[in-house]
Every structure is written in C-alpha cells, then in structure tokens.
C-alpha cells in the first residue's frame, strides 16, 4: 500500500508564492524505492477536468503545462521520497485543488491516466 500525503496549500494573493510538499511512504514494488518512479502534480478546479501541472521522471526530466512554465518548479527529494512543486507569480486561474501522483513508468509525467497512486490532495486558493 502507497500513500502519497499533501500539504502546503493555502489562500494567498494574486502575485503571491506558495510551496506544495508530496511525502510517499509506503511499500512500493519490491525492490524499488519512490526515487525510481515518476511524480507529478494535478489541479482540479471547481466544475473543471482534472488537469496535469508539473511531472518528474525518475531521472529528474521535468514537464510543464504551458500556463504554469516560468511560475512554477517540480523538484524531488529522494532521500525525505518528497517531491515539491513551487509556485510563483500565483494567477486567480491558479485555483484549485492540487494532487500529488505517483506511478513506476510513464511516457507522460503529465497524463492523468498514467498514474497509479493519488493523494487526498490540498487546496490553493488565489484571490
């Protein structure tokens, strides 16, 4: 059983910076360590698809939805299996709940239905 657990969220003005933090524990595949798989962060807003924000690779290659490139910056801790997504410049369509994911392998870091483990997620609210 994975568990992936959220925080950081919070309510900031427009301009404004926040950093999510992701923690994974658990047991993953045996033999492999969270530092081996593929991380990303999603966002949900009200009455919206879910949609994918930021994503990293075992090997740190990072992807970035067009909205949040030059804002926002996906990093990884292996050694704390945290992974962080930095948001600056915070933007009112910036809103939304965010969710961290975790998967062995994928071809998409940013691709929704690629990810095997979710977090119960944080919320971020820009006014």
């Known amino acids: 059983h994975v568990q992936l657990v959220e925080s950081g969220g919070g309510s900031v003005q427009a301009g404004g910076s926040l950093r999510l933090s992701c923690v994974a524990s658990?047991?993953?595949?045996?033999?492999?360590?969270?530092?081996?798989?593929?991380m990303g962060w999603f966002r949900q807003a009200p009455g919206q698809q879910r949609e994918g924000v930021a994503g990293?690779?075992?090997?740190?290659?990072?992807k970035y939805t067009d909205s949040v490139k030059g804002r926002f910056t996906i990093s990884k801790d292996n050694a704390k299996n945290t992974v962080y997504l930095q948001m600056s410049s915070l933007k009112l369509e910036d809103t939304g709940m965010y969710y961290c994911?975790?998967?062995?392998?994928?071809?998409?870091?940013?691709?929704?239905?690629?990810?095997?483990?979710w977090g119960q997620g944080t919320q971020v609210t820009v006014s």
């Open positions: 994911a975790a998967v062995w392998w994928t071809t998409d870091t940013l691709r929704s239905e690629n990810y095997k483990w």
């Open positions: 990293i690779t075992d090997r740190g290659a990072t």
């Open positions: 658990g047991h993953p595949y045996s033999g492999t360590s969270f530092s081996s798989y593929c």
